[in-house]
């Protein structure tokens, strides 16, 4: 198939649902041959990798082989007081966002790109939202730091601002709220779409000059 990425191979890590299902499907239309991987046990379509697991992202790269780009959705986001605090729960989110990637960097064997997604939460601290912004704060610089230890392939962020994807469903009827709310937070007046998202990553794996930067899609929100 003919497309931007025509016989390239692209790696989707979360890439059977939300933002990454999207962004496996435009890759794919694209002309790239696109492998999702879930955290839950493998399919004969969908590969296991589960960032918290060593083991899962070594076997994942052995099964795969070499691989043009990786572009990694994953989160476990965690939320409470500090008080509160469950470190186990902190982890998680800590492997799912930045310790995952490195073992990602570590293991598959990337010839092009690794994309990693942020969140524009680092940038915007409120009360019980520290674990999502640090790991995504932390996000910013694994890309930096990974652009140097992984050159010529090249590493980016990307962090989005509020987006539709499914994600907020679990608020019911509060969600047209929370939505409302956080596009009137915005300077352009409206949430993400999926569509930004794709967008901004089909171009962050194409812009051959592009490393070590993350990529603000909040609508000016930061
Ligand atoms: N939507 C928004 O408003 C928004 C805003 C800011 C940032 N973001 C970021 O954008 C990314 C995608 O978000 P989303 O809206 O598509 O929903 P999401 O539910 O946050 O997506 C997270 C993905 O992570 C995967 N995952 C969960 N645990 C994992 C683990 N232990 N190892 C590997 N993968 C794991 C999930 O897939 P499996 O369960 O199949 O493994 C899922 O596809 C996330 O990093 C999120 O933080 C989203």
Redesign the pocket.
Known sequence: MTGRFSDQTVLV??G?????AAIAEAVASEGSRVTVS???PQTDTVLR????DEESVAHAATLLGPVDHVVS?????YSASIGDLELSRLQDAI???VT?PLLLAKHMRIRRSLTL?S??AAWRPGSGTYATGITNGAVAFAAQHLAAELAPVRVNAIS????D????DGRGAQKADFLATAASRTLVGTTGTIQDVVDAVLWILSAGFLTGETVHLDGGRR
């Open positions: 890590v979360g059977t649902q939300r933002l990454g879930s955290h839950a990798i589960d960032l918290r959705t994953a989160s476990m986001t492997a799912a966002k995952g997604f969140g524009q989005p601002g509020i987006v994807s499914g994600l907020w």
